[in-house]
């Protein structure tokens, strides 16, 4: 690691700037729908081709790039992303904006798991934990802090204002990449077909599905939610801003909330808890969302029960293959991707043929498949093992270090001269 070049923290950067990108749109669409000349339906799409190309992308990039250089993966996916936002700028109208978003969600598949491998591998093996939370936590700071960001800077400034700035963040990661992150090479990670081999398994197969199903429910609803609270912020973008930081900030909290019930009861009983009370917020929208405070309110609950899912999905997905956890993770990020985009979809049916009151429907609708997650986990918790366990395979690059149920670093793999910076690179 070069000296005076805080590389960790500026690979977190990347991922804020990326956790940004990946949720900004939802607050955005109705400036993105008015500007194109487009209803917010169609303009949903921004959303859904996103999550879609990144749920594709994900596995696929990483079994095709886990061989090369990581600095290499870094640069040319922060490249992909600044150029991708800059087309999103820059695009006239939606059909050139698609592809545009297609392009920044797969270099944004691409930089996660690449920064994450990287940050582990240059840190000294007491401190690896730690190195990967702070570029994780670059998420998490996205969505406290950079939504409701952007969300108000395209309000103040108009839409192709947050691209732009994103892109020149993307730029500015990519030259320091350049110039501070040492050439690594790590073990090359695991092929498409061992990554996807665990969903063989009917428990994680259910455990996936229930995923998916949340996911669609709460997104129904998030992906449009400018047009959707509306009627509590009178149009105001900044008004709009304010709520989605009331979303992020107990969003964060929910997640460790999620962490420690987990610990204590286990993760089908927070999960239960936690998918009831995301359909209980949905299913009253309807009513919620026609004043401010308690549009407020609604939103600090969603984000507390929405974000406590996590701990709790990820700690039935090790439970079912401790050895495996990484891929299940992996394949449990793409459903997550795969239910964004179904929730975009379906909420532009909706908005579609939904009629007067489709706006309404969002919220009741998603919480209905959010009854259908609980009904999958139940499933889930009652169902043995088919007799093929999940392929067993140690943390990956793509996802190393994770914790374990009982919180325990898992193992990050061989850390021989496999594992290593190139001497005498830049």
Do not use: K
Not at 91 to 116: C, F, K, M
């Amino acid at each position: 690691m070069r000296r005076g070049v805080p590389v960790v923290g500026l690979l977190a950067v990347g991922a804020f700037a990326i956790g940004t990108d990946t949720f900004v749109v939802a607050g955005v669409l109705p400036e993105v729908a008015d500007s194109l000349r487009v209803s917010v339906a169609s303009a949903g799409w921004v959303s859904t081709v996103f999550a879609l190309a990144y749920a594709v992308a994900a596995p696929l990039l990483g079994a095709l790039t886990g061989r090369l250089e990581r600095r290499t993966v870094l640069v040319v996916s922060l490249v992909g992303f600044t150029v991708g936002n800059v087309a999103s700028a820059l695009a006239p109208d939606l059909p050139l904006l698609l592809p545009a978003r297609v392009l920044t969600a797969a270099s944004a598949a691409l930089y996660i798991p690449a920064a994450t491998a990287s940050a582990a591998a240059l840190a000294p093996p007491q401190r690896r934990a730690r190195a990967m939370a702070v570029v994780l936590g670059g998420l998490s700071a996205a969505t406290v802090a950079g939504v409701p960001f952007g969300t108000w800077l395209a309000a103040d400034l108009q839409w192709r204002a947050t691209f732009w700035l994103l892109a020149a963040v993307g730029a500015a990661c990519a030259v320091a990449v350049t110039v501070g992150l040492p050439a690594l090479a790590l073990p090359p990670g695991p092929s498409l077909a061992v990554r996807l081999a665990p969903a063989r398994d009917s428990r994680v197969g259910l455990a996936v599905l229930t995923t998916a199903l949340f996911m669609t429910g709460g997104y129904l609803a998030l992906t449009y939610v400018g047009a959707l609270l509306a009627p509590a912020t009178d149009g105001d973008g900044t008004v709009l801003a304010v709520l989605l930081l009331v979303f992020g900030v107990p969003a964060v909290a929910g997640t460790v909330l999620g962490g420690r019930a987990t610990d204590r009861w286990g993760g089908v009983p927070v999960l239960l808890v936690s998918v009831a009370g995301l359909a209980l917020v949905l299913v009253t929208l309807p009513l919620t969302r026609q004043a401010l405070l308690p549009a407020a309110l609604a939103m600090a609950v969603w984000g507390v029960f929405a974000m406590a899912t996590q701990p709790a999905q990820q700690h039935r997905l090790f439970t079912v293959a401790p050895t495996s956890g990484p891929l299940l993770l992996s394949l449990n990020s793409s459903a997550t991707f795969v239910g964004i985009a179904l929730g975009g979809f379906l909420g532009n049916r909706l908005l579609r043929h939904g009629g007067a009151d489709a706006l309404d429907l969002l919220g009741p609708v998603g919480a209905a498949l959010c009854v259908l997650a609980l009904g999958t986990t139940l499933l889930g918790a009652r169902t043995r093992s088919d007799g093929r366990p999940p392929t067993a395979g140690l943390a990956s690059p793509d996802h190393p270090g994770l914790a374990t149920p009982g919180g325990h670093p898992a193992a990050y793999g061989r850390t021989d001269n496999r594992t290593r910076t190139l001497r005498g690179s830049r």
